[in-house]
């Protein structure tokens, strides 16, 4: 179960900012933190939607998937995130997405 205190606290910036892409990624991050990964799904599309390159987004939307056991979905996040990584030049995300999509493949 998410922390409901911050849950609340993220949802209250963002209902005045719906565009705070940090408030996004970390209430993001507070789903699947607590294994609800269809609503980190949904914050991670959504900030990825309105913030295509906020690269962690797409590593961490891929972990999500990975945890749940939705492999060729996280692969897929994957390839786009390390688009990304190489089109904003986010060497270490690059590397962490590309390794996580190589342990993906040999599993």
Known sequence: ???????????????A?????????A?????????ETDAALAEFRQLLA???????GYF???QALAQAER???ARAMLRHGIDCARRTRN?????????????????
Do not use: C, W
């Not at 900012?17 to 990624?25: E, G, I, N, T, V």
């Not at 309105?50 to 962690?56: G, V």
């Not at 060497?91 to 599993?107: F, I, K, W, Y």
């Open 71 to 73: 492999t060729e979905e």
């Open 27 to 35: 209430l993001g991050l507070e789903y699947s933190g607590s294994g």
């Open 60 to 62: 961490m939307a891929a």
């Open 1 to 15: 179960m998410p922390d409901e205190t911050r849950v609340a606290a993220l949802k209250e910036i963002l209902a």
């Open 50 to 56: 309105a913030h295509p390159d906020y690269t962690n």
């Open 17 to 25: 900012k719906p565009d705070d892409a940090f408030a996004r990624y």
């Open 91 to 107: 060497q270490h995300a690059l590397s962490e997405m590309e390794g996580m999509l190589d342990e993906l493949d040999r599993a």
